[in-house]
Each structure stands twice: as C-alpha cells, then as structure tokens.
C-alpha cells in the first residue's frame, strides 16, 4: 500500500502544492521564497526518509507568517492522507538531536488528537530574513492538520540556528519512528 499523498491550497495570501511519500529515501524538492525555511524543510526530509516536494509562493513583501503556517497546513494535511488508517505502524516515535551545542527532543503520537506542546527559546528575533518565531506556528500548523500530538523541546543551546535545526532534525527522526511498520501489529 502506497503511503503517499498530494495537498493543493490557494489563499488570498498565499499558493502551495505539496506531495509526500512517507515510504521515501529523504528526496527533495523545496521551492519558497523562505530560503532559511527551505533548509530546515530539507533537513526534515532527509531526517524522515520522507520524500517531498513543495511549491510555495505568497504574500512575502508582508512577511513569511502566512506562508509558512499554511505550509504547516499543507503538510499535516499531506501527512495525515499518506498515514491512512494508521495500521501497522508503531504510533510513537521519540528523538535526541544535537547540534553542536544545542540539544532538541521530539516526542510524537499518531494520535488523531491535535496538539502542540512547544518549548524553545532562540537568542534573536531573526535567522537571515526568516523570523523564528514562525517556527512555532510552522508547527502549530502541521500538529493540527496532521492530527498529532507533538511536543517539540529545546533541552538546550545559544545559538539559534543550531537549535532550529535540531528541532527539525529531531521532529523528521520521531516522525520517522512512528509512522514505520511494525510487523507484530
């Protein structure tokens, strides 16, 4: 059974096409106009083995919270089609990442009960142009449309790349632990 799934969704603010496979090798295809944003959806990616491609454009001269919250949007939803009944599959998934001197930890249900518990601090307001704030609702979004439980925790770190990395690392590592197949299900 195929685990894949393609979501559309346009917007007065925005336009985005997503396709995921979960049963992938972490290939990619990111295009916004949210370049750091577009690293850290990579990275989930390879993290995962999820394959994914995502076309996203909007009203970016405002700035990128639109964007990239119905990203967020666009993904759960992807994700929660290509999980399907959710048969077979370990259900939880759990994850340490370090980066140098950051540490995240992801801790994930496929439950059907949205919700988010987010805890990280960053030391600026900005990572290039992306505001990091939009980290959280990146997440806030893809927790409801997914349908997940998702707790999201930076255990510790200075520097704010590093730790926004980990914590996508850390969410594409649990994800990957819960959605696999286990054959005594």
């Not at 949007?73 to 994700?79: A, S």
């Amino acid at each position: 059974m195929a685990r894949y799934a393609e979501t559309y969704r346009i917007t007065k603010e925005t336009e985005v096409k997503a396709q995921l496979d979960l049963d992938g090798e972490g290939k990619n295809n990111i295009q916004t106009p949210a370049f750091f944003f577009n690293h850290m959806l990579n990275l989930f990616s390879r993290h995962s083995l999820f394959n994914l491609d995502i076309e996203a454009n909007g009203d970016v001269e405002v700035d990128f919270h639109h964007l990239v919250e119905d990203i967020g949007i666009v993904l759960g939803e992807c994700f929660l089609k290509a999980v399907g009944n959710k048969e077979g599959i370990h259900r939880y998934g759990n994850f340490y990442v370090p980066m140098d001197e950051a540490l995240a930890f992801c801790s994930v249900d496929i439950s059907g009960r949205p919700y988010l518990f987010f805890d990280a601090s960053f030391n600026k307001d900005k990572v290039g142009e992306f505001d990091v704030e939009l980290v959280e609702e990146f997440f806030t979004a893809f927790a409801s449309s997914a349908r997940i439980t998702l707790h999201l925790e930076m255990i510790r770190g200075k520097n704010t790349h590093h730790i926004i990395e980990a914590l996508f690392k850390a969410f594409g590592r649990a994800l990957r632990q819960a959605v696999s197949m286990d054959s005594r299900e």
